[in-house]
């Protein structure tokens, strides 16, 4: 089974790459099932129900997200009422959204953890402990990955090799910067620290250069613009063995 996960869409820009782009590709690598990051799919940052259907018009059949996930409160009642789009399961309890989710692909069931990390982060719960726990819970997915949607390499690092054997691939989200190290660990789990972002190409994570200037020279923080620049789409294809769950190949994407 390919399984496609692709990087934070960013604005309306990173979700027009996207419907431009996925479809086709899609079918030029087999890809059986699509997982994208879209918490910051909505123009100015977040992810609303508009732009996460746009997503889900595009291609993608899931949706995990982070710590901009409750940005825009319209998006609240969605997130409680559906069951293809989750928020880290290491927030607070009583925040809108679940935190795991199940994809019934007939033949196997694929079990889907969206986990914040703690450094420089707002994980209310620690993100080992609570893995722990969730994967308990889906003992009845042959198949399980897990966006680990964390600033620091080490604590990503340390996830992989935590879950190496327990899941089917950790993929790392939340830096925008797509990291070379897409791998396979010891045993049969697949790992990339970052699978990147879908946005503008000559920006700061998506944001324009000046936008970032604000806060990283004056330490003024300014609304999110996301630049009218060419665009590039990332992630990674794991292809996983359906029967065993294990990770039998890792290749990173990047589509400009």
């Avoid at 994967?135 to 042959?142: A, K, P, S, T, V």
Wanted: net charge negative.
């Amino acid at each position: 089974m390919n399984i496609l996960v692709i990087g934070d869409v960013v604005g309306e820009q990173g979700c027009e790459f996207l419907r431009r782009h996925l479809p086709a590709f899609k079918k030029l690598k087999a890809v059986d099932l699509c997982i994208a990051n879209g918490e910051n799919s909505a123009p100015g940052n977040g992810v609303t129900s508009a732009s996460a259907t746009h997503m889900f018009g595009s291609g993608v059949d899931f949706i995990t997200t982070g710590n901009h996930v409750f940005k825009r409160k319209e998006v609240y009642d969605f997130l409680d009422s559906r069951k293809d789009i989750i928020r880290p399961a290491n927030f607070y309890s009583g925040n809108p959204g679940r935190g795991t989710g199940i994809i019934d692909m007939g033949s196997v069931k694929v079990g889907v953890i969206n986990l914040s990390g703690q450094a420089f982060m707002n994980a209310a719960e620690n993100p080992f402990i609570c893995v722990d726990r969730l994967l308990n819970e889906l003992e009845d997915c042959r198949i399980i990955l897990v966006d680990f949607h964390a600033e620091a390499t080490s604590e990503k690092r340390g996830m992989g090799f935590y879950l190496n054997g327990r899941v089917s691939a950790v993929f790392g989200t939340h830096t925008h910067v797509q990291t070379a190290d897409e791998q396979i660990l010891s045993e049969g789990t697949g790992y990339i620290t970052d699978i990147g972002m879908t946005g503008p190409v000559d920006s700061v994570l998506g944001i324009t250069p000046e936008t970032a200037f604000d806060w990283l020279v004056r330490g003024i923080s300014s609304p999110y613009k996301v630049p009218d620049t060419p665009c590039m789409l990332c992630g990674c294809i794991f292809t996983v063995d359906a029967k065993t769950g294990r990770c039998t190949g890792a290749e990173r994407v990047c589509i400009k």
